[in-house]
């Protein structure tokens, strides 16, 4: 099978109403170091707008991007209707030790427990963090014993979603 065309995640980019709140909670609480900001006024779909867009390093060298309009009529038009889900997240991959500090970070910052949960799936223990934005930050530690396996699991993919797909709804995570 080929390798995804992709050689890394450049960066994720969303919006927020409040920048400095955003940059606090990922440089400050988080510990992700503000690596860009660029003021920009662009013609964007038919009008010339104006913006901020920063972006918070990780290790890879890919970043988590914001944007913040001027005009509060492009804000309006561009920021999503912020549904908090646990279903609409991004995941980065940690190791066991960072994601041990990340927790005690987010404890020290005393967010709320609505704002931050630990899911053990098993195949990864994951420590989810909602930002100002309410978009949802998923650390994830993956299992040494689903690395071991990542390429059976892998080979299966394929027959596992067909076999979803077709009805049978069994677990097939033999991890929990």
């Not at 994720?12 to 955003?22: H, R």
């Not at 606090?24 to 170091?33: K, N, Q």
Request: hydrophobic fraction near 35%; proline fraction near 5%.
């Amino acid at each position: 099978m080929r390798e995804s065309p992709a050689n890394r995640l450049h960066h994720t980019a969303y919006t927020t109403k409040d920048m400095e709140k955003t940059r606090a909670f990922y440089e400050d609480i988080l510990g992700f170091p503000l690596i860009a900001t660029w003021a920009e006024c662009d013609e964007l779909f038919g009008k010339e707008r104006t913006y901020c867009h920063c972006f918070f390093g990780l290790n890879d060298g890919s970043a988590l991007a914001f944007f913040q309009f001027a005009d509060p009529e492009d804000q309006a038009l561009f920021d999503p209707e912020v549904t908090p889900t646990p279903f609409h997240h991004i995941a980065l991959e940690v190791t066991k030790e960072d994601q041990q500090q990340l927790e005690q970070r987010i404890r020290a910052a005393k967010l709320s427990e609505q704002q931050t949960y630990v899911l053990e799936h098993g195949y990864c223990r994951s420590v989810y963090v909602i930002d100002p934005n309410g978009l949802t930050i998923e650390f994830t530690c993956d299992a040494p014993e689903a690395v071991a396996q990542s390429a059976a699991i892998r080979a299966r993919a394929h027959d596992t979603l067909k076999t979803w797909l077709a009805g049978n709804h069994a677990s097939t995570n033999h991890f929990r």
